[in-house]
T-cell receptor
């Protein structure tokens, strides 16, 4: 089955220690997103890639970076995690282009990040 | 600031009843509307999408959209304990950004 896969499912890191979360997809979607979701809150968009074009949300902290080396993979780098960065990080994909601009998001299983 | 508002709940209904979940949104330019189900500790799962005014039915689920009132709803008929989850309303403007509400927690009592 075509899927969005996130690794790891659970990640524990120390305060200030860089951490990378990964996402891969077999859906061949041209848009990949990273959302942050804290307990009982709405998922919050951090950034997205449309093909190789990177789009950062205005309120995404500089501490968060992303890389998309190819269509299938996307990484979220947190350069210096703080206690407030503990959350579920959700990778999602969608198709964009003629006829697809209102297509839904397909989510991976998420990575639960704990900062100690 | 574009917003999606939902009653956080919890909404408690007995098994077999109809659960009604509501959502309002602020951006009149929104073009597509989605309901996602999220179990505790899991990622959101698409339940319904709706793009035009009126009702859309899929099994036990019916989505309703009223663009004039900027209102979206989800009805779940014959509610089951397995329907107990948080339901997220999401709105997309035709661009790349999908904005989510904080969700309504639903409890279906056996």
């Amino acid at each position: 089955d075509a899927m969005v896969i996130q690794n790891p499912r659970y990640q524990v890191t120390q305060f200030g220690k860089p951490v990378t979360l990964s996402c891969s997809q077999t859906l061949n979607h041209n848009v990949m997103y990273w959302y942050q979701q804290k307990s009982s809150q709405a998922p919050k968009l951090l950034f997205h890639y449309y093909d190789k074009d990177f789009n950062n949300e205005a309120d995404t902290p500089d501490n968060f970076q992303s890389r998309r080396p190819n269509t299938s993979f996307c990484f979220l780098d947190i350069r210096s995690p703080g206690l407030g960065d503990a959350a579920m990080y959700l990778c999602a994909t969608s198709r964009a282009g003629a006829g697809y601009n209102n297509s839904p998001l397909h989510f991976g299983n998420g990575t639960r990040l704990t900062v100690t | 600031q574009k917003e999606v508002e939902q009653n956080s709940g919890p909404l408690s209904v007995p098994e077999g009843a109809i659960a009604s979940l509501n959502c309002t949104y602020s951006d009149r330019g929104s073009q597509s509307f989605f309901w996602y189900r999220q179990y505790s500790g899991k990622s959101p799962e698409l339940i319904m999408s709706i793009y035009s005014n009126g009702d859309k039915e899929d099994g036990r689920f019916t989505a309703q959209l009223n663009k004039a009132s900027q209102y979206v709803s989800l009805l779940i008929r014959d509610s089951q304990p397995s329907d107990s989850a948080t339901y997220l309303c999401a709105v997309r403007d035709g661009g790349f950004k999908t904005i989510f509400g904080a969700g309504t927690r639903l409890f279906v009592k056996a």
